[in-house]
């Protein structure tokens, strides 16, 4: 018993090893645009290291070949779609349109097989949440939506309105779980005693806080582990257990 642990335990750092080996040499093609060839050959790539690391019937070597072989084969299929249009079009699909004019288009809704509340899930994670304001939404090879916005309901932006804003930041993280991350304090040109002076006005402490984060327009964010909520907003449509 002993002796096959330590042998699954050998092939399951092995496998894991490979894997991040293998995604890397893949690129992040593999994890931002999961097409359908992506998840499907991202599952079978995933259930031949799993068999690698726990199957002690046959050779590890067997698995190991055929992991190897999926992954190349996985980067000359990336290689033709960047050459040939067509293969890339078969393999990824096109994207649809399901919504033109403020109007669902449901025939195409059924064929790309997404229901009436997916849609609006992903309606609400790009910030619309009435229909009617939308020209067209596009639903993408990698499942997800794009919507445009009719003209008037698109915001204005600063070139509208002729401005010339300053040099855009990015947020940078502070704290997480309540740990300083002290280079990034400097990369900000802030210092102990500004973080200090902060949460002094806020009457906290660095341990009471889950995420901190400076933001572009240098003030600091912070959100503690004990939030206060007045009241919860609940958008389930019936009530249950989850």
């Known amino acids: 018993m002993m002796e096959e642990t330590w042998v699954v335990v050998v092939r399951s750092i092995i496998a894991f090893l490979t894997l991040i080996i293998y995604t890397r040499v893949l690129g992040k093609q593999q994890m931002g645009n999961l097409t359908y060839f992506d998840y499907i050959n991202g599952i079978t790539i995933g259930s031949i290291a799993g068999t690698f690391a726990t199957d002690l019937s046959s050779k590890a070597w067997i698995h190991f070949v055929a992991l190897t072989i999926f992954t190349i084969i996985t980067i000359i299929f990336q290689y033709i779609t960047l050459k040939n249009r067509m293969i890339s079009k078969l393999m990824d699909s096109d994207p649809t349109v399901v919504i033109q004019n403020g109007k669902i288009l449901e025939q195409n809704l059924q064929k790309m097989r997404v229901k009436f509340d997916e849609l609006t899930m992903m309606l609400r994670q790009k910030d619309v949440f009435d229909i009617t304001t939308l020209d067209y939404a596009i639903l993408e090879p990698d499942g997800n939506l794009s919507v445009v916005l009719k003209p008037e309901n ?17 947020m940078t ?13 400097k990369e900000r040109n802030k210092d102990i005693n500004w973080l200090t002076e902060q949460l002094k006005k806020k009457n ?14 240098d003030k600091l964010y912070v959100d503690l582990f004990k939030d206060q909520f007045s009241e919860k907003t609940d ?8």
Request: aromatic share 6%.
């Open 204 to 217: 906290i402490t660095i341990q009471d806080i889950a995420f901190a984060a400076i933001l572009p327009n």
């Open 154 to 170: 698109q915001p204005v932006t600063a070139k509208d309105m002729h401005m010339h804003p300053p040099k855009s930041k990015l």
């Open 235 to 242: 958008m389930g449509d019936y009530k249950g257990p989850f």
């Open 173 to 185: 993280e502070l704290i997480i779980e309540g740990v300083l991350i002290k280079q990034n304090l």
